[in-house]
């Protein structure tokens, strides 16, 4: 599940400036602790590229995947229907 959430990137608006949470901060900081950085909201315009670079991935994967299978129905004389919206990403 923490992959889930990291990996898909759902933004959070907390405000983590409490004492607690900027120890934290620091530690993860110290050891190079990126899960908790990430969920802590301070990781680093890499990480934000690569989670961006996935969607985008996984956006045309679904997207050939329709259009296979609008192919391959079509083919089989059973008409394609309408692919899905993400096949016109």
Do not use: C, K
Not at 29 to 54: C, H, P, Q, Y
Request: cysteine-free; overall charge positive; charged content about 30%.
């Amino acid at each position: 599940m923490s992959t889930f959430v990291t990996q898909v990137g759902y933004p959070h608006r907390d405000n983590f400036g409490s004492e607690g949470a900027l120890r934290l901060l620091e530690r993860a900081r110290r050891t190079g602790d990126r899960r908790v950085l990430r969920f802590l909201g301070a990781e680093d315009e890499e990480a934000i590229a690569r989670t961006e670079a996935a969607w985008a991935l996984m956006i045309e994967q679904e997207a050939l995947e329709r259009r296979q299978q609008a192919a391959a129905a079509a083919a089989a004389g059973r008409g394609g229907g309408t692919p899905g919206r993400a096949a016109a990403l």
